[in-house]
């Protein structure tokens, strides 16, 4: 029984990725629906993308949402760094499982916890919500995947070469950007990109700590939605998903190319 | 990136022991009172950078993430008004014959209702159910796909993983969205069935606790897939090979080894996608029906329709001292898997 395909093995991929993806194509396939029905196929049409465009509260809302999604997964980005480094480099400090269990509680938090709790943080503190309320509760939910994302990748990653660089002498400052920052950067760019989808996706804790002015896309969706299903949000849903596949598979391939360098390197 | 001008050659011609990145930047840079300025940074940032590591992302977690969860058992204790904020304060001065006093007002009333009330006692027994029910299913659904994963050739590997995280990179609210279409009454799935002649009256999935059920399994599969698709990567196929020729059934030998080794692996994808859907607010609200209680909906209905912040506190309380255990049980897991992958 060496590794390949057998017939049962097919057979439960090919089950398990239809039901991953059927939904998906599904939704794409009619949103080039001209009907506005969903079962019926009106013959192919693009003026769903143009109802999608002159939708203004529908562009403004995606306009704030990559403004959140840009600082969001940037600033979760140094924060997630330094947690993951402290996991995986700094064994011994006061308030460690604490620390650990900061990190990874965010991971599986039920979202309104979360978002509840930073609502009545923002409401005490007397932050005028809005824009920088969802921008923080973002980072703050978006740096634990960053920490996890970065952790795994400093473990997997010889200590000895970080240690010849210190005993070479070499600060642990300049270490880091010097020996550690290369060879950790794809973990960085998916930590971002995860975090920015996070982030794009994100429609509970939004709703908490939203104000005036800062709807999210998700928030303009998820209104529509509940009125029913519209051939104008499968446009919307189209794009994203489009967005999203493209950013992956960059994403795959940057981080394959790179692996392929190291071994030819090694060679 | 202040790191960057201590990058200057001079360092490696002679690296003594003692060179930091600061005393090379200042040689090499100390005309100018810019890089003076950053030099000292740097210099301050190497002196104390340990603490500095630690100390930014525990404290953004502590003011972001622990103190908020002090602010809402506070307010699970304070009273309802018709204020804004919508609440009473716990702690005030009364102030009376001119001398003034410190009060605290306990109030119990709001998890008494949830004790007395059975629609509270009746959604948190649901979302537990249904959280608990959904995982055996993604289990039923992510053993097959990740043991055919695990076997099929390497190369084919890497593209199988990326097609399985790929969903759960789309939107989560799009995904679920595209459930709607197809359980509709007048939807694609009827439609499908209606017209191969296996029923002649259209299903009704959507808005029940079985369209609730897809809606965790779909979304969180890929939760359940990934962490046993790790270990039965790192299992060896041998084993099971060894089972069979010495006469153990294939599907036996895949209970008694297969999953065996899993475990790990099991656990983890079992608490990932049974935490988080037992709060879950989306996928109830979208795919359920108005049957189906789930706390998660619930505390958003609290917040948002009856804005009653402290009920809705003490709903959060309660769903939180109830998930306790899991969650303990997660962070021992992720740590414990810290631990040995940092030493092997």
Not at chain 1, 153 to 177: C, H, N, Q, V, Y
């Amino acid at each position: 029984m060496k590794a390949g395909f057998t017939p049962a093995t097919v057979l439960a991929l090919t089950c398990g990725f239809a039901f991953l993806y059927l939904p998906i194509l599904l939704l794409v396939a009619f949103s080039f629906n001209e009907s506005r029905l969903v079962t019926v196929w009106g013959g192919f049409s693009l003026k769903w993308y143009g109802e999608m465009l002159r939708n203004r509260q529908l562009m403004d809302a995606a306009w704030v949402t990559v403004r959140i999604g840009l600082v969001s997964a940037s600033l979760a980005l140094v924060l997630g760094t330094l947690a993951g480094v402290t996991l995986a480099r700094f064994t011994r400090f006061p308030g460690r499982t604490v620390f650990s269990g900061l990190v990874f509680a965010p991971l599986v938090m039920p979202e309104v916890i979360t978002g509840l709790s930073l609502l009545l943080l923002f409401v005490s503190l007397d932050w005028a919500r809005g824009f920088w309320t969802v921008a923080v509760a973002h980072t703050t939910f978006a740096s634990a995947y960053v920490a996890v994302i970065v952790q795994s990748r400093l473990l997997t990653f010889d200590i000895i070469l970080e240690e010849a660089a210190m005993d070479l002498g070499a600060s642990p400052l300049k270490t880091f950007f010097v020996i550690t920052l290369p060879v950790i950067a794809p973990a960085l760019v998916s930590g971002w990109l995860l975090a920015f989808t996070l982030s794009l996706d994100d429609l509970v804790v939004a709703s908490f700590t939203t104000g005036p002015g800062a709807t999210t896309l998700p928030m303009r969706i998820y209104s529509q939605v509940r009125l029913g299903v519209t051939p104008e949000i499968n446009a919307v849903s189209t794009v994203l998903i489009g967005f999203v596949t493209l950013g992956v598979i960059t994403a795959t391939l940057i981080q394959k190319r790179r692996f392929a360098d190291g071994q030819k390197r090694k060679a | 990136m202040s790191g960057q001008p201590a990058q200057t050659p001079a360092p490696y011609v002679s690296p003594g022991p003692q060179t930091t990145a600061f005393e090379v930047l200042e040689r090499t840079t100390s005309a100018f009172s810019f890089y003076g300025v950053l030099a000292r940074f740097v210099q301050w940032l190497e002196r104390s950078g340990r603490t500095l590591v630690i100390a930014l992302p525990f404290l953004w977690l502590g003011l972001f993430f622990l103190a908020p969860f002090l602010i809402v058992l506070k307010l699970s204790f304070s009273e309802t008004v018709l204020a804004v904020p919508p609440y009473a304060p716990l702690v005030a001065w009364l102030e009376e014959n001119g001398l003034s006093y410190l009060t605290v007002r306990l109030n119990l009333s709001n998890y008494l209702l949830l004790f007395e009330d059975s629609l509270y006692v009746r959604a948190f027994l649901n979302s537990l159910r249904i959280s608990a029910v959904a995982t055996f299913l993604t289990l039923c659904v992510a053993l097959p796909l990740a043991n055919a994963m695990s076997r099929a050739p390497e190369r084919w590997r890497a593209l199988l993983l990326m097609m399985v995280i790929l969903p759960f990179w789309t939107s989560f609210l799009i995904r679920v969205y595209a459930w709607i279409g197809i359980l509709k009454p007048e939807g694609i799935l009827n439609a499908v069935l209606i017209g191969l002649g296996v029923i002649s009256e259209p299903l009704t999935i959507l808005n029940t606790d079985i369209a609730v059920y897809i809606g965790i399994v779909y979304s969180y599969l890929p939760f359940m897939v990934l962490p046993i698709y790790a270990s039965f990567e790192k299992m060896d196929p041998s084993l099971i090979e060894a089972a069979v020729d010495l006469g153990s059934p294939p599907i036996k030998a895949f209970w008694t080894i297969t999953v065996r080794i899993a475990l790990p692996g099991i656990i983890a994808g079992c608490l990932l996608v049974f935490i988080p859907a037992a709060g879950e607010f989306v996928i109830p609200d979208l795919l359920g029906g108005s049957e189906t209680l789930m706390i998660g909906r619930t505390l958003w209905l609290e917040f948002f329709n009856n804005r009653d912040w402290p009920l809705a506190s003490a709903v959060a309380i309660v769903l939180l001292a109830a998930l306790t255990v899991p969650i303990v049980l997660f962070q021992r897991h992720q740590a414990r898997r810290g631990g040995t992958d940092g030493a092997s």
